[in-house]
């Protein structure tokens, strides 16, 4: 088993193993005192894994009890959230009880919010089953739902009492949504590792899971020792969003239809990157591998929205302090920097 | 101007002063450095001091806009909650922009949570306009709605950066709105401070006000010390639920419609008082005196509500951890305790 030790303002770690889904009911006691545990899941992810995770508790002497929503974004939603405390409040959950996010990030996200919300916080534990919330989502304590205007404006930080991975859940994703969180991991090797990005590189689509334990592991540790810094994301943690800013402009655009998360990212990305090429802030070759990748992972480089739109749609992200732009910067492989600028600025660099 | 400095994850400074709040644009301007600010108050408040507050913030360079909710608890709830969060929206906030809570523990309440919680938190500033607001409410960092299966049960911990008490204020509510309050300022004498309790008991509802600025000032001054040593409510912060695991019982025994939370908690007080001296933990002339300061206030000491079932009620408290209630036994005026003890031994301490 893999260990990943996070010290946020309230320490947990992320445990990786091929299986350990079996193993939750033992794990999850170690960490918490109470023997009453709430499950929220989607319903695909409630199909597959809710029995292997519901009977693992029982034989560590849990109670459980099931809140089960409709799979997808459209869901993470206030009226879902509500249901949610409802389903709390009838089962006379406590403070000293916690919540279990199974599913990939909407789930994650929505049960991380609830937990850091009703009684103004329980404990929740979170076991990712999509690539982008086993390297991404689940880490960090970022928690959030979707407004009818727009993405995540509402949410909290809320570290959760442990994650557990288990990379064998991957192997019930479409190769679509393998490719999704894989954007999420060649981010991470763009900002901070070559060495990982070599990793990703060397494999494809086709057999990127003969390497997926020690990508996760890589990727865990690279958003642990950022998120460490700056846990409230007032700083280097913005390093994270190396293609978000356009990705999620390109999502916006097209009304969160046509491209997933990850695909809108890997166009971010590319496009940040080619213009950072032009204006002789990345090296060249870097911008040639960082293509090579995104196509070996069967993600889009470029989109039809008109840049100039997208640009705009920028300026509305949240992430924007008021008229400046956070742009993040890849010089090469595994070297990133934050560069803010005005926004009038940020357009002309996009448009060179 | 009395100050007081509240020493929280987040430090802070209490301000009372009669007249402060036509000097609230330049006291906000010196904490943050946004100039455009949102303020949340209800029609009732609106009224009475949006001009004065608006004109203090533009001539202090801000430029202002402002959401009106109606008067009351039903509109501490998800759609009131909903209609801020799309009003922030609208208006393009931004996390360096602040919120102003205007008015009561209503407005201060889903103000501050809207604020812990937008953009995952963003800064805002109390400007209380009740006495309950002013002593209890404002200070301390816990904000909250309802749900429609009880009261606060969503909410978060989240300091505001500032908080402007004008006792002026006090002159525009309704003696039965003073009491109200002076419930919580009889607390706050009974758990920490004979001298306090004294200054009270020596006035009345007819004349408190030539002692309020001294009374609002003890009153946030043992608020503050309780919080800087308990800001998230593990310990000795649960003192500050005297009177109220039973007063919680009496407003929901009656749908939160015949009491309102001072007057329950006064009788909340009373009757744990009683039950303390029965049992040789109060001195009975403790009883005698917090009976006749609450008579003074014109606050009610008991109910018709039957014993047996307020204390069934008061198992579903969310401050109780499983089956354990943390009874506040005060065993003279200024000196308090917690006692946790077994649902079942605090029924028989309540109907002896």
Same mark, same amino acid.
């Given at each position: ?41 989607? /319903? ?165 899971? /003969? ?18 810094? /700056? ?122």
């Amino acid at each position: 088993m893999k260990k990943i030790a996070v010290k946020a303002s309230k320490p947990y770690e992320v445990l990786i193993e091929q299986g350990i889904i079996k193993n939750c009911g033992k794990l999850i006691s170690d960490v918490t005192k109470t023997r009453f545990a709430a499950i929220v899941t989607d /319903d695909i992810v409630d199909s597959i894994y809710s029995d292997t995770v519901i009977s693992s508790l029982e034989e560590s002497g849990f109670r459980v009890v099931k809140f089960v929503f409709k799979n997808g974004e459209p869901s993470k939603c206030s009226e879902t959230l509500n249901r949610i405390y409802d389903f709390l409040a009838e089962n006379n959950i406590t403070r000293s009880d916690c919540l279990i996010a199974l599913g990939g990030g909407v789930v994650g996200d929505i049960t991380g919010y609830a937990a850091a919300t009703y009684l103004r916080g329980l404990g929740f534990i979170q076991i990712p089953t999509t690539l982008l919330a086993q390297i991404d989502s689940s880490v960090g304590g970022k928690t959030a739902i979707d407004l009818p205007c727009g993405k995540n404006l509402v949410g909290a930080f809320k570290q959760p009492e442990l994650v557990i991975c288990d990379p064998l859940t991957l192997k019930t994703l479409s190769p679509e949504t393998v490719s999704d969180g894989m954007a999420e991991a060649i981010k991470y090797g763009m900002i901070r590792s070559s060495e990982l990005f070599g990793i990703i590189a060397s494999h494809s689509i086709e057999n990127y899971f /003969d390497v997926i334990d020690d990508i996760i592991f890589r990727c865990v540790s690279i958003k642990r020792d950022i998120v460490e810094n /700056d846990e409230f994301d007032k700083g280097e943690r913005m390093l994270l969003n190396f293609g978000h800013t356009l990705g999620h402009a390109v999502e916006s655009f097209y009304n969160y239809t046509k491209y997933t998360h990850g695909n809108a990212v890997a166009v971010g990305m590319h496009m940040i990157t080619e213009q950072a090429v032009k204006h002789g802030d990345c090296e060249k070759s870097a911008l040639e591998k960082l293509d090579a990748v995104i196509s070996s992972y069967k993600l889009p480089l470029v989109t039809d929205a008109p840049v100039s739109e997208l640009i705009s749609l920028c300026s509305n992200d949240k992430k924007c302090e008021s008229s400046n732009i956070n742009a993040i910067i890849c010089s090469d492989t595994g070297i990133s920097s934050i560069r803010k600028m005005p926004f009038d600025e940020f357009r002309k660099y996009m448009e060179a």
